[in-house]
């Protein structure tokens, strides 16, 4: 009786966590829950719908983000175009979801996949959709074949914005295969297969070769061979479909961070300054030479809505123009070392970055050895701010770029200033390489910058703006510190008031302990 009671107790605690994972209520609702035919994903029915559904598309996204928006509103539109087949489509919200979205690193692209036949540790990853034709299509891509491709190119005449065209000799060759993998890797992209020899005749070209078309003109063709693969036909075909340069906007922005090409090199430019015209011809120029190599991005420093990006690379409008190549692998940043922003100059540095030899720019120099022996004190971007606001020393600092002229020019002008006034133990001259270390001051000006930091507790900082010859400035120097003299004066008496106050307190609270 006792083996009874106990093997009827096992079987309902089986009973129980059976009904617990295919319940989803107190009521045994095993519907899942659903927003315009899109799943809404919770660890506790993830696999149950893997279970129920033969092919399962989840989006991992974070609310409130334009990436978001957008994919909701294809997830949307695709799940009713798909409404009674095998495919349904689900969400995940990642702020929400945090133990199952750690289980299927779902903070980690690619952010869209698609689970087959209940198979959770090995999803197919998809393409970030730009609509609910991008999902369709990508769907019916990858299940079907390459003989799905095969067309009569007349009946897209010259309406297609962009178009892949693969013209073989042979449709059963394995050229043929790599061509149809780089079509479901490119869903947003019109793929055709031909044998049409009119095109041949047409744009002058042989067998085995992908054209890349835009409304009929070919803009390049890329020759198959037994070595190419389907990520090196992706990588030529996103690079091709781009402008040379591609100017960052909020259209473009996901197009760019999503490219193939890590390496990009940025101009950062006011496109209303008088330079533009020749320094952008220069660029596009430049970019020729390295497509498929170096992705060339046009930022407008006069746009306010790149702030975030410039404030990311650490440049201000009045520095412009100037160039950064970063990979977006390692994220490290690199600076073009020149004023001159010409053909050959912005080559020159893309191949010394190609070939490893650029230096990388960092938010600091080291210390130099002995940076404070000379007349002039040498400054990088970790000591800057604790020398130059030191209350019991004026400090006057040249802002320069090595590459510029007028930089160098005022170097023999600074050595004698600080010659000037090499009997005076309060005055500090110096000077720091702006293009070498991170400046987080705001010199309000192009460089070379001429700044005076006062001898004062509080940190200021008085931008020079006159002429730039040895008397000027020894008048400004002396000028200034005398205006430091009264302020610091005032300074003296506001600290020696609070300390007064502060000795007040303690006397007081130390009487009231006592009581």
Same mark, same amino acid.
């Given at each position: 009786?006792?083996?009874?009671?106990?093997?009827g107790?096992?079987?309902?605690?089986l009973?129980?966590?059976?009904?617990?994972?295919?319940?989803s209520?107190p009521?045994?609702?095993?519907t899942l829950?659903?927003?315009?035919?899109?799943?809404q994903l919770?660890?506790?029915?993830f696999?149950?719908?893997?279970r129920?559904?033969?092919?399962?598309?989840?989006?991992?996204y974070?609310?409130f983000?334009?990436?978001?928006?957008?994919?909701?509103?294809?997830?949307?539109?695709?799940a009713?175009?798909?409404m009674?087949s095998?495919v349904?489509?689900?969400?995940?919200?990642?702020?929400?979801e945090?133990d199952?979205?750690k289980?299927?690193?779902?903070?980690?692209?690619?952010?869209?996949r698609?689970?087959?036949?209940?198979?959770?540790?090995?999803?197919v990853p998809?393409?970030?959709p730009?609509s609910? @034709?991008?999902i369709?299509?990508?769907l019916?891509?990858?299940?079907?074949?390459?003989?799905?491709?095969?067309?009569?190119l007349?009946?897209?005449?010259?309406?297609?914005e962009l178009m892949?065209?693969g013209?073989f000799?042979?449709?059963?060759?394995?050229y043929v295969?790599?061509?149809?993998?780089?079509?479901?890797?490119?869903?947003?992209?019109?793929f055709?297969l031909?044998?049409?020899e009119e095109?041949s005749?047409?744009y002058r070209?042989?067998?085995?070769?992908?054209?890349l078309l835009k409304?009929?003109?070919?803009?390049k063709a890329?020759k198959?061979?037994?070595?190419t693969?389907k990520?090196e036909?992706?990588?030529f075909?996103?690079?091709?479909?781009?402008?040379?340069?591609?100017?960052?906007?909020?259209?473009?922005?996901?197009?760019?961070?999503?490219?193939?090409?890590?390496?990009?090199?940025?101009l950062?430019?006011?496109?209303?300054s008088?330079?533009f015209?020749?320094?952008?011809?220069a660029?596009?120029?430049a970019?020729?030479?390295?497509?498929m190599?170096i992705?060339?991005?046009?930022v407008n420093v006069?746009?306010?809505?790149?702030?975030r990006?410039?404030?990311?690379?650490?440049?201000?409008d009045?520095?412009?123009?100037?160039?950064?190549?970063?990979?977006?692998t390692d994220h490290?940043t690199?600076h073009?070392p020149?004023?001159?922003?010409?053909?050959?100059?912005?080559?020159?540095?893309?191949?010394?970055y190609?070939?490893g030899?650029?230096?990388?720019?960092?938010?600091s120099?080291?210390?130099?050895e002995g940076?404070?022996?000379?007349?002039v004190?040498?400054?990088?971007?970790?000591?800057?701010?604790?020398?130059?606001?030191?209350?019991?020393?004026?400090?006057f600092?040249?802002?320069?770029?090595?590459?510029?002229?007028?930089?160098?020019?005022l170097?023999?002008?600074?050595?004698e200033?600080?010659?000037?006034?090499r009997?005076?133990e309060d005055?500090?001259?110096a000077r720091?390489d702006a293009?070498?270390?991170?400046?987080?001051l705001?010199?309000?000006? @192009?460089y070379?910058?001429?700044?005076?930091?006062?001898a004062?507790?509080?940190e200021?900082?008085?931008?020079?703006?006159?002429?730039?010859?040895?008397k000027?400035?020894?008048?400004?120097v002396?000028?200034?510190?005398?205006k430091?003299k009264?302020?610091?004066?005032?300074?003296?008496e506001?600290?020696?008031?609070?300390?007064e106050?502060?000795e007040d307190t303690t006397?007081?609270?130390?009487t009231?302990?006592?009581l």
């Amino acid at each position: 009786m006792k083996n009874l009671l106990i093997l009827g107790a096992m079987a309902f605690c089986l009973c129980v966590h059976v009904c617990s994972d295919t319940q989803s209520g107190p009521q045994g609702d095993t519907t899942l829950p659903e927003e315009d035919g899109v799943l809404q994903l919770k660890q506790e029915h993830f696999k149950r719908a893997l279970r129920k559904y033969k092919q399962l598309l989840v989006h991992f996204y974070t609310p409130f983000t334009k990436e978001a928006h957008r994919v909701t509103a294809a997830f949307k539109d695709a799940a009713e175009a798909l409404m009674g087949s095998e495919v349904k489509l689900g969400v995940v919200d990642v702020t929400q979801e945090k133990d199952l979205v750690k289980e299927l690193n779902g903070t980690s692209y690619p952010m869209v996949r698609l689970y087959i036949s209940g198979d959770i540790h090995n999803p197919v990853p998809c393409p970030d959709p730009q609509s609910s @034709a991008s999902i369709l299509t990508w769907l019916r891509r990858r299940s079907g074949s390459a003989a799905d491709l095969i067309t009569d190119l007349i009946q897209f005449g010259a309406s297609e914005e962009l178009m892949v065209v693969g013209f073989f000799k042979e449709l059963t060759h394995a050229y043929v295969q790599v061509f149809h993998a780089a079509a479901v890797d490119l869903p947003d992209i019109t793929f055709a297969l031909t044998q049409n020899e009119e095109v041949s005749r047409k744009y002058r070209l042989s067998q085995d070769v992908v054209l890349l078309l835009k409304k009929s003109e070919l803009i390049k063709a890329h020759k198959m061979t037994p070595q190419t693969s389907k990520e090196e036909l992706v990588l030529f075909i996103s690079v091709y479909k781009m402008d040379p340069v591609t100017e960052y906007d909020g259209q473009t922005a996901s197009q760019i961070l999503n490219s193939p090409v890590l390496n990009h090199a940025l101009l950062f430019v006011n496109k209303s300054s008088a330079d533009f015209e020749e320094i952008s011809s220069a660029f596009s120029s430049a970019a020729e030479k390295f497509r498929m190599k170096i992705l060339f991005v046009l930022v407008n420093v006069a746009e306010s809505r790149n702030g975030r990006l410039m404030e990311y690379f650490r440049v201000r409008d009045f520095e412009a123009p100037l160039i950064r190549l970063v990979n977006l692998t390692d994220h490290v940043t690199y600076h073009l070392p020149s004023d001159t922003l010409n053909v050959e100059v912005i080559q020159e540095f893309c191949q010394s970055y190609l070939d490893g030899k650029a230096k990388p720019k960092m938010q600091s120099e080291p210390i130099p050895e002995g940076w404070d022996q000379k007349p002039v004190k040498e400054l990088v971007g970790m000591n800057l701010e604790q020398v130059a606001f030191n209350p019991d020393k004026t400090v006057f600092v040249l802002f320069y770029l090595p590459y510029s002229k007028a930089s160098l020019t005022l170097f023999p002008l600074w050595e004698e200033l600080a010659e000037a006034f090499r009997e005076r133990e309060d005055v500090v001259f110096a000077r720091i390489d702006a293009s070498a270390n991170d400046i987080n001051l705001s010199t309000q000006g @192009a460089y070379p910058s001429l700044c005076l930091f006062p001898a004062l507790y509080t940190e200021r900082m008085v931008i020079y703006r006159g002429k730039r010859k040895l008397k000027d400035l020894v008048r400004f120097v002396d000028k200034e510190m005398e205006k430091a003299k009264k302020y610091r004066v005032k300074e003296d008496e506001e600290r020696k008031k609070y300390m007064e106050a502060q000795e007040d307190t303690t006397k007081g609270k130390e009487t009231k302990d006592e009581l």
